[in-house]
């Protein structure tokens, strides 16, 4: 038997189907060779980290209660610190995700009476309650304790309204300003590192002691340096997202400044702890090994990406980025323009998955969104979205976010799971 009956007697997947996921993927050979030399240099910089720092399996052993001279939990921020260009770093399984990292940053450079300024338009979702955008007062948001807050919406095309953001600095003291990289449940370009740098520049000129913190979900190992590289204070991630390597199982980290850093660790912990405590418990080597996968891992999933845009461009629909654009981060959007394509496309994403395959997901009430929320993760770590995942707001226009894929085998076969799905339920 030949893929192509493997395919429609195991899964029943059309071969009209099949063809397109086939044409696509002779399509877009070409960027999967830019993918892949993107993939060679970050793992040689990571590689690089790990012998620079004599990496060794004594880092591997767990220690428990406060964790005093926990050698591979220090050598860990070490080696993120190398890998990121930064003066130090803050690598914990304690974070829960990568919203209590940013969080954490917030809270830890942000006084009473100081000013925060999102400068590329609306925050994720989860973070709005952090901040005290929505959600009750008194709940602990960042507005409770006196920090206020205001957002410079971004121009007509994407792009950060630097005018805006001159004024607003010249005529206010803005202690921090917050840049995310990604889109987020948005329809804008996602920035890179190097933009990302120009943007922090272009601030600094203006106001040189304005702490610039960026949240880097999604876009680590995209591109082959970090925003830290180009001048951020401070850079925050999710573990099991990009730079996990869909390997640890919990965990974020921040890298930046080491004045900062100290201050996001007083902030996790205590103040007078610090990083001097947090006993790893045995994480260490996930974590370790993850970051060794996340270059290759992360290009698996770019390439899983890039298919899917072809795919949906094919059948009509609008994408962002473009098959043929550069890419920034791991997320594809698909603009449906209806709530039964933009379920369907979840649900076909999550038969693809190697857990949970058997569930249909629904649209229910998630914390921390202000819609209802789609989301197909059928993950080995819960809610990893370096694992094939994909989710989307039931609201106008309709936009599924698709990310992830630890190999690009699988990520194609959960496109191709994806397309029979609305095949089935007559949406193509």
């Not at 060679?40 to 880092?59: G, K, M, T």
Request: charged fraction near 20%.
């Amino acid at each position: 038997m030949d893929k192509r009956q493997f395919l429609m007697g195991e899964f029943g997947i059309q071969e009209r189907v099949q063809d397109l996921v086939a044409e696509a993927e002779q399509a877009v050979q070409g960027r999967f060779a830019e993918i892949q030399e993107t993939a060679e240099i970050n793992q040689l910089r990571v590689l690089q980290a790990f012998a620079d720092n004599r990496v060794s399996e004594a880092h591997f052993v767990p220690t428990t209660g406060y964790g005093y001279d926990d050698l591979g939990r220090d050598t860990l921020d070490a080696v993120y610190a190398q890998v990121f260009k930064s003066e130090d770093a803050l690598v914990r399984h304690n974070f829960i995700s990568g919203t209590h990292t940013i969080s954490t940053a917030l809270f830890a450079v942000l006084r009473p009476g100081d000013l925060l300024v999102s400068i590329t338009g609306k925050p994720y979702d989860t973070l709005e309650e952090a901040i005290g955008i929505a959600g009750e007062a008194g709940a602990g948001s960042l507005r409770d304790f006196g920090v206020a807050y205001e957002e410079i919406a971004l121009l007509e095309n994407g792009q950060p309204d630097l005018e805006r953001i001159g004024a607003v600095l010249k005529e206010k003291k803005v202690k921090a300003v917050l840049i995310q990289r990604s889109k987020g449940y948005g329809w804008r370009p996602t920035y890179s590192a190097e933009e990302i740098g120009e943007l922090i520049a272009h601030v600094k000129r203006i106001s040189k002691d304005t702490v610039c913190i960026v949240d880097n979900c999604y876009g680590e190992f995209v591109d082959t340096a970090e925003p830290t590289a180009f001048g951020a204070d401070l850079a925050a991630g999710s573990l099991i997202k990009n730079p996990g390597g869909g390997l640890a199982p919990t965990g974020g980290y921040i890298a930046g400044r080491k004045d900062f850093i100290e201050l996001c660790a007083n902030r996790l912990t205590s103040a007078g702890i610090g990083k001097e405590c947090g006993a790893s418990l045995g994480f260490n080597k996930s974590l370790y090994q993850g970051l060794f996968m996340a270059p290759h891992v992360v290009s698996q999933s770019i390439k899983g990406a890039v298919l899917c845009a072809e795919v949906y461009q094919r059948l009509g629909f609008a994408v962002d980025p473009k098959p043929e654009e550069a890419r920034h981060d791991i997320i594809q959007s698909i603009r449906f323009g209806d709530e039964r394509k933009l379920i369907a496309f979840c649900q076909g994403i999550q038969k693809g998955a190697p857990v949970d395959a058997f569930v249909t997901p629904q649209p229910w009430d998630m914390p921390g969104y202000q819609d209802q929320v789609i989301m197909a993760a059928g993950a080995f770590v819960q809610g990893a979205s370096i694992e094939l995942s994909a989710d989307g707001p039931i609201r106008p226009p309709y936009i599924a976010y698709m990310q992830g894929g630890l190999t690009y085998e699988s990520a194609k076969f959960g496109v191709m799971m994806s397309v029979q799905m609305m095949a089935e339920q007559g949406l193509l």
